[in-house]
C-alpha cells in the first residue's frame, strides 16, 4: 500500500486545475476543495515520494502548501462533563487547533467524569471513542484530580490517546503519584493548559498548542508504523474516491465520508449499506476487504482489512 502526504494548497484561482491534474497523474486525491472569489484551498493526498514534484508546481501557480500532520485521522476530544467547571474555553480551543492541522474532530463530555474517587467512563462512551484514531483528554488544574481522573478513565482504552492539563509536565515528574500504580504515562501529555475563562491567543499558549499537535502527532505516527508492518488490502484514501463515484453526495450534505487511518466512516442510509458493500475495489467487492458496522455515533465505520488477511485487490 502506497503512503501518502497530504498537505494543504491556497493561492489564486488562476491554473489551479493545473496542479489537480498533477495529483492525479501522479495517483494522488484531492480530499476537499473550496473556491472562493480570489482563492483557492484544496486539501491534497499524493505519494510520499512525490512531494518535490507537488512543491514545485505550488511555486509556479504562486501558491503555498501547508502540512497537514493531522489529516486522515478522526481524533475525539473528551472532557469529564458539559459542567461550566470543565467545558470551558480551553476544549474549543484544543478542537479548532487539531482541525488547522488536518483532523476530524469530536467532542464529548462524560456523564460520570466528575469526582477524584467516582469518575469513571461508561462501556458506550468507551466504544464511542474507540471508533475514532485517538483521543485527546482535556482536564483541569488539579494535580490529584488529573493523576487520579486520567489513570481510571483512560486505562483499558485500545487507541492511541493524549492528556492535557494545568500542571507542567515538571510537577508531575517529581510527583509520587506519577510513579505510583496508577498508570499515567507522563509521555502522552502535556502541561500547561488547563482551565482558562478566556480564549488561547497569546504566542505562548499557541506554542502549546503547537505541542500539543507535535505530541499527538507522535502518537499516531506509532499506529501508521504499525500499519505499514501489516498493510491494508486498500488505501482509506482510494476506498472514498470509490465510494464517491458510486455513491455521489446529496446536496447540502456536509463530510459524508471521513478518513481514519485504518477505515472510513461513511454517513449513509440504511438503504445504502448494501451498496456500499458492493462496490468494487480492483478484483474484489468492498464486502470481501472490509469490516462494516454500524456506529454508535454516526453513520457506519468501514475497516480496512491488512491484504494478508484479504489477499491481493488489484
Known amino acids: 500500500m502506497k503512503m501518502y502526504e497530504i498537505m494543504m494548497f491556497t493561492g489564486g484561482v488562476y491554473k489551479f486545475n493545473e496542479l489537480k491534474e498533477v495529483v492525479e497523474d501522479i495517483g494522488g ?34 501558491g503555498k502548501l501547508k502540512e497537514l500532520p493531522l489529516a486522515g485521522a478522526e481524533i475525539m476530544v473528551v472532557v469529564p462533563s458539559l459542567g461550566k467547571h470543565h467545558a470551558v474555553d480551553p476544549m474549543c480551543d484544543v478542537a479548532e ?19 477524584k474517587r467516582i469518575a469513571q467512563m461508561t462501556a458506550r462512551e468507551k466504544a464511542i471513542i474507540e471508533e475514532c484514531d485517538a ?27 493524549l492528556i492535557v492539563g494545568g500542571p507542567p509536565e515538571s510537577d508531575l515528574a ?53 500499519l505499514e508492518e501489516d498493510p491494508l488490502a486498500a488505501s482509506p484514501l482510494f ?51 472490509c469490516e462494516m458496522k454500524e456506529s454508535l455515533y454516526s453513520g457506519h465505520l468501514l475497516k480496512v482489512l491488512p491484504e494478508a488477511v484479504t489477499g491481493s485487490v488489484f
Open 29 to 62: 486525491f484531492v480530499l476537499q476543495e473550496m473556491v472562493m472569489q480570489s482563492e483557492t484551498m484544496m486539501h491534497l493526498a499524493f505519494p510520499v515520494e512525490e512531494e518535490p514534484r507537488i512543491r514545485a508546481k505550488a511555486k509556479e501557480l504562486g
Open 174 to 226: 517529581e510527583s509520587d503519584l506519577a510513579e505510583s500504580d496508577l498508570g499515567l504515562d507522563l509521555e502522552n501529555y502535556v502541561g500547561g493548559v488547563g482551565r482558562r475563562a478566556e480564549r488561547m491567543r497569546r504566542k505562548s499558549e499557541i506554542e502549546l498548542l503547537e505541542k500539543m499537535v507535535e505530541a499527538l502527532k507522535e502518537v499516531l505516527d506509532e499506529k501508521k508504523r504499525e
Open 97 to 115: 487547533f487539531l482541525r488547522r492541522n488536518g483532523a476530524i474532530t469530536n467532542m464529548i463530555g462524560l456523564a460520570r467524569g466528575v469526582g
Open 239 to 289: 476506498v472514498k474516491e470509490m465510494i464517491e463515484m458510486n455513491l455521489p453526495p446529496k446536496a447540502g450534505e456536509e463530510l459524508p465520508i471521513v478518513i481514519h487511518l485504518d477505515g472510513l466512516r461513511v454517513k449513509v442510509g440504511q438503504e445504502d449499506e448494501e451498496r456500499v458493500l458492493e462496490i468494487e475495489i480492483g478484483k474484489r467487492r468492498l464486502s470481501e476487504i
Open 135 to 161: 483521543a485527546v483528554f482535556v482536564f483541569g488544574n488539579f494535580k490529584e484530580c488529573l493523576t487520579e481522573k486520567a489513570a481510571r478513565l483512560c486505562s483499558g482504552l485500545e487507541v492511541p490517546y
